[in-house]
Every structure is written in C-alpha cells, then in structure tokens.
Nanobody, 115 residues
Framework: QVQLVESGGGLVQSGGSLRLSCAASGSIFSINYMGWYRQAPGKERKFVEIITSGGSTTYTDSVKGRFTISGDNTKNTVYLQMNSLKPEETAVYYC?????????WGQGTQVTVPT
C-alpha cells in the first residue's frame, strides 16, 4: 500500500504564492516520477509539473517561470512552489506518484484564487 498526503493548499489573492507538499509512504520503490496535476470545477484533470527520480522536470507551458517543483528523495516528498497565481488556476491540485509498475494519486488539496 502507498499513501500520498498533500498539504499547503488554501485561499490566496491573485498574484500571491502558495507552496504545496506531497509526502509518500508505504511500499515505495522504483519511482519514475512524482508531480502535480490539477482539476478545475467541471473540467478534466490536467498535467501541471513533474520531477523524475533523477531530478529532471517537465511542466505545462502556462506555469513556466511561475511554478517550481522540487523533491526530496530521502523523504519521498515533492513540493510545488506556485508564484503569481491567477484566478483561472483555482482547482483541486493532486499529487501523483508513478512507479515502474503502478501509479498512485493523493486525495487532492484545494487552491482558490478569487477574481
């Protein structure tokens, strides 16, 4: 069993910052990547940014220069620093852990950026 515990979401004004954290525990091995997706109300879940076990990152274009992902392999934890947040980025942010043979999702953390 694998558990992902996310934290750090909340309400922030437009242009503000938040830092999300996701800690994985349980039977973890052969991690491919950890990262973040988001799902706005009434929309499908979409990719935001991931970091591989080797430290390479991939992000969606809309967050370039504003979001930074980082990880701590010793703690199986990933962070997402989000700056200059926009109202359209209001969503539930989900952490994902991808291992060679399986993948897991966290329960999600709400990020709200009022207009």
């Amino acid at each position: 069993q694998v558990q992902l515990v996310e934290s750090g979401g909340g309400l922030v004004q437009s242009g503000g910052s938040l830092r999300l954290s996701c800690a994985a525990s349980g039977s973890i091995f052969s991690i491919n990547y950890m990262g973040w997706y988001r799902q706005a109300p009434g929309k499908e879940r979409k990719f935001v940014e991931i970091i591989t076990s080797g430290g390479s990152t991939t992000y969606t274009d809309s967050v370039k220069g504003r979001f930074t992902i980082s990880g701590d392999n010793t703690k199986n934890t990933v962070y997402l620093q989000m700056n200059s947040l926009k109202p359209e980025e209001t969503a539930v942010y989900y952490c994902k852990l991808k291992m060679t043979v399986s993948g897991y999702w966290g329960q999600g953390t709400q990020v709200t950026v009022p207009t």
